[in-house]
């Protein structure tokens, strides 16, 4: 792991909505998987963890799991995908016109601790390594 991921999480100490256990969760997920990482801190904005599939050619990265930082102290998570990549079939997530580097993306939000919604994402994130080509 990237020393300053492991810094990061190292100081991440309070989590009362549980979004460190899913980040990691999240992360384990995607680094079974072929993925490449690189990580963005903006503190007190977001902490953004960027997978890149090791199929891709075309675009840098296939998800973007944010940390939202407004509220140190009350973190949760902002998964976003390019909106071709992933279906939503129960309607989940926020469709942002532009909003991944420029295309249209899904966000899903897990905001409090939430194991359906986790695993909703959980099965986002398979969908897009699935499709993560080109």
């Known amino acids: 792991m990237d ?3 492991a810094d990061f999480l190292d100081s991440w100490q309070t ?6 256990d899913a980040f990691l969760a999240f992360q384990d ?3 079974t998987s072929g993925v490449s990482f690189s990580f963005k801190a903006r503190p007190n904005v977001s902490y953004s ?10 675009r840098e990265l296939f998800v973007l799991i944010d940390v939202i930082d407004d509220e140190p102290e009350s973190r949760w ?4 995908f390019y909106a071709d990549m992933v279906t939503d079939p ?3 997530a926020d469709f942002v016109p532009g909003g991944l ?5 899904r966000c899903f939000n897990l905001e409090e601790k939430d194991p359906s919604m986790q695993s909703y994402i959980s099965g986002r994130l398979a969908e897009a390594l699935s499709n993560a080509r080109g």
């Open 3 to 5: 020393k300053v991921i």
């Open 29 to 31: 997920q995607l680094a």
């Open 101 to 105: 580097l420029g295309e249209d993306a």
């Open 90 to 92: 129960d309607d989940l």
């Open 49 to 58: 963890l960027r997978a890149r599939h090791k199929a891709q050619t075309n």
């Open 15 to 20: 989590d009362p909505n549980g979004a460190k």
């Open 77 to 80: 998570l902002s998964v976003c």
